[in-house]
């Protein structure tokens, strides 16, 4: 059974910084081009960032520049470094799995991870 | 900058058909965007309905199609029940993913 299980949020001041990481089981993570997507209190969904299995990393505009992910495969664990960060990045964090080119979808989802930015 | 487009608000009684669409700020909404719907409750993670258009997930049911009508992807839902009642996502990938604003079904 695939699981992903997100970690590491919790509150922060503006300008500071947090690592979320997301521990995926049941798969060959390796293989798989991972995703991060967020949401805001009351608000819709975003897509974040993503990383393929071979490395390659893309990020949205909103958050180029401040947000780095990577994984570790030996410990089937994606992260999401935030570095100054604001108020507007005060949202629930998912982690998910994306499905090959050319589908290009997301199939599975963790729970989520709060982060809050305030003073 | 391209948005995605969906409707605010539905509603369906149960038993009912209901339609949602995502559409382009600018352009038309075709396969090549690979559409995919998300169904989320509050409190809860996403769920995957459909991807590439009008391909149904593992484990959806069949009163959840996909497709193209006209310039934008669609969602129908046939023989609406009340815990389809949720929030629904359209995301179109064009070079990124881009998801609409959502769509909040009401089923009453």
């Known amino acids: 059974e695939v699981q992903l299980l997100e970690s590491g949020g919790g509150l922060v001041q503006p300008g500071g910084s947090l690592r979320l990481s997301c521990a995926a089981s049941?798969?060959?993570?390796?293989?798989?081009?991972m995703t991060w997507v967020r949401q805001a209190p009351g608000k819709g969904l975003e897509w974040v960032s993503t990383?393929?299995?071979?490395?390659?990393?893309y990020y949205a505009d909103s958050v180029k520049g401040r947000f780095t992910i990577s994984r570790d495969n030996s410990k089937n664990t994606l992260y999401l470094q935030m570095d100054s960060l604001r108020a507007e990045d005060t949202a629930v964090y998912y982690c998910?799995?994306?499905?090959?080119?050319?589908?290009?979808?997301?199939?599975?989802w963790g729970q989520g991870t709060l982060v809050t930015v305030s003073s | 900058q391209t948005v995605v487009t969906q409707e605010p608000s539905f509603s369906v009684s149960p038993g009912g058909t209901v339609t949602l669409t995502c559409g382009l700020s600018s352009g038309s909404v075709s396969t090549n965007y690979y559409p995919s719907w998300y169904q989320q409750t509050p409190g809860q993670a996403p769920r995957t309905l459909i991807y590439s258009t009008n391909t149904r997930s593992s484990g959806v049911p069949d009163r959840f199609s996909g497709s193209i009508l006209g310039n934008k992807a669609a969602l129908t839902i046939t023989g609406a029940q009340a815990d389809d009642e949720s929030d629904y996502y359209c995301v179109l990938y064009m070079g990124r993913w881009v998801f609409g604003g959502g769509t909040k079904l009401t089923v009453l």
């Open positions: 990383i393929t299995s071979g490395g390659a990393t």
């Open positions: 998910a799995r994306r499905m090959p080119q050319p589908t290009n979808y997301f199939d599975y």
């Open positions: 049941g798969f060959t993570f390796s293989s798989y081009a």
